[in-house]
Every structure is written in structure tokens, then in C-alpha cells.
């Protein structure tokens, strides 16, 4: 019986030791987790990064959410023009409201564009876009300017799309310099019917536009929300980039 006790008590000193090691191991075998939102993993950068989120409601508002994330001693700022010319005194509209914020940024709006600075940190802008969603023969599309136009590098800026419609398609997503068709590195539509598009190296002075097609039918349609309007004034230089929309809208 002694020995039986003896086996017994070893078994559990046995059982206790594995369970200290594997406890004080489990640690060192978990590699550190890039950030995740709910759009998934993205790989960790070492530069700036910035990845936004947005919905087109069926009023015709897209509301957008960032998240900028900007290492120590940097900073970001970036222009979104408010106004374009689609024609010699024509001008198409956007307005930015109910902008949010949470951490080390700020968002300043006025008549002809808004102005988003981050400097180091991680931050977090809500707003609600409009003027985004035009009407087309056979669908409506919905016009986003998803970075504006950056004053220093991003290392990447991704984005997601969604839509009361599962019918979205792509139709143009441009990265680089104003006006140029350089394509974005990536840009498709997920499992869930919405849209993703990333690019990455994105330099001062160059944008990301994205164009994507919503079929909902002629019962259930998204607002027209776009705003057009004589032009009364000169446009600023940086507001050309857009002229490129004239034959979407």
C-alpha cells in the first residue's frame, strides 16, 4: 500500500511539473499579433498606415471610419477636396459631417476641402461623406476620394466598401499622381459582396480614388446624393485631381 501511495503521489508531482512548464512556455511560443479591426489581419508596416472602412446608406451617405496608425516622430496630413470641375462652370459638391475623433489627430472642414492631420500614435476619424452617389443608365455609382491627397508618404492605405446591394462591382480604383490611371496594387470584390482596395508606397502628392457600381433595381434604389452647381469661384490647384469624375457622374 506504501508503494502504491508512493506511485500515486509521484504521478500527480509528475502531472504538476508538465502543467508549470507548459504554462511558463506557452508564453514564449506566441508571436506578437498585428493589429486586427474587423476587417481582418493586415501585415504590420513599419510606416505610416492607414485603412478605412466605409457604408453607403440608402439616403446616398457613406459613413467612413479611419484608423491611423503613424510611428514616433512622424506625422500625416491630407487634403480632401470638397468641390470639382466637371466642366468649364460646373462644379460637382461633397460635404463632410459629424466628424468624431479619438486619439492624436484632427479634422478641420471648410467650403472647398477637409484636412486630416495625425501625427504619432494610433487614431481613430468618423465622418459621414456626402455627395458620393450619382445615378448611371443602369446602376448608380458611388464616387469615392478614399485618401484625398497626402502631404508625405503612407506606406500603405487600405480600405473596404459596403453597399446596400451584394450586386457591387468595381469600376475604376487609381492610385499615384492627379490624373494618372496607375491601377491600385490591389483592388477586388470579398466573399461578402463587398469591396477591398489597398495600395501601397503612396507619395507626396499622389491619391487614391475608387468607383464602384451599386444594382439594387428600379423598386429599391440609393439616393442620388450628388450636388452640382455653377461655378463662382476659381477652384484651388489641387482640386484638378478630380476632373477625371466628369464622365462618371
Avoid at 62 to 88: C, D, H, S, Y
Amino acid at each position: 500500500m506504501v508503494i502504491g501511495a508512493l506511485k500515486s503521489v509521484g504521478s500527480a508531482l509528475l502531472l504538476v511539473a508538465l502543467f508549470l512548464v507548459a504554462a511558463t512556455a506557452a508564453p514564449a511560443m506566441s508571436a506578437p499579433k498585428s493589429p486586427v479591426h474587423d476587417h481582418g489581419e493586415l501585415a504590420p508596416v513599419s510606416g505610416i498606415a492607414v485603412h478605412a472602412d466605409a457604408e453607403v446608406l440608402s439616403s446616398g451617405v457613406l459613413t467612413v471610419r479611419e484608423i491611423l496608425t503613424v510611428p514616433e516622430g512622424q506625422q500625416v496630413t491630407r487634403t480632401i477636396p470638397l468641390r470639382t470641375q466637371v466642366a468649364a462652370d460646373i462644379e460637382r459638391r461633397f460635404d463632410i459631417t459629424n466628424v468624431t475623433t479619438d486619439g492624436p489627430v484632427t479634422v478641420d472642414v471648410d467650403r472647398d476641402l477637409a484636412t486630416i492631420v495625425a501625427t504619432a500614435g494610433e487614431s481613430t476619424v468618423y465622418y459621414s461623406f456626402h455627395g458620393a452617389v450619382s445615378d448611371a443608365t443602369a446602376e448608380q455609382l458611388v464616387l469615392w476620394p478614399i485618401s484625398g491627397t497626402t502631404e508625405g508618404p503612407i506606406e500603405r492605405f487600405s480600405a473596404t466598401i459596403v453597399a446596400p446591394s451584394p450586386r457591387q462591382a468595381i469600376v475604376n480604383c487609381y492610385a499615384g499622381n492627379a490624373g494618372s490611371t496607375q491601377r491600385c496594387t490591389l483592388a477586388g470584390v470579398e466573399h461578402s459582396g463587398g469591396i477591398r482596395a489597398q495600395h501601397t508606397d503612396l507619395n507626396a502628392g499622389q491619391r487614391i480614388e475608387l468607383v464602384t457600381t451599386c444594382r439594387l433595381g428600379p423598386s429599391r434604389r440609393i439616393r442620388n446624393s450628388a450636388t452640382f452647381s455653377h461655378s463662382i469661384a476659381p477652384l484651388r490647384s489641387h482640386n484638378q485631381c478630380w476632373s477625371g469624375w466628369e464622365s462618371w457622374g
